[in-house]
């Protein structure tokens, strides 16, 4: 298996979502609420990290 580099967008929205969890973990940043559901900062920073993963496993994502 190769792996490949993310493209610009992907790793942006993955640190977007990295950076939103870090701010929700010091307290600077309430949960997301939305539909029913709350976006806490373990969910963000996972997030953040599986959309990295991919961008890296899949050639062009």
Known sequence: MTLSPPRS???LLSLVFAVVGFLMFQGN???IS???YTLTAFW????GYC???LGC???GF
């Open 9 to 11: 967008f992907t790793f």
């Open 29 to 31: 940043l309430s949960p």
């Open 34 to 36: 939305f539909a029913g």
């Open 44 to 47: 963000s920073m996972t997030i």
């Open 51 to 53: 959309l990295l993963a």
């Open 57 to 59: 496993l899949l050639r």
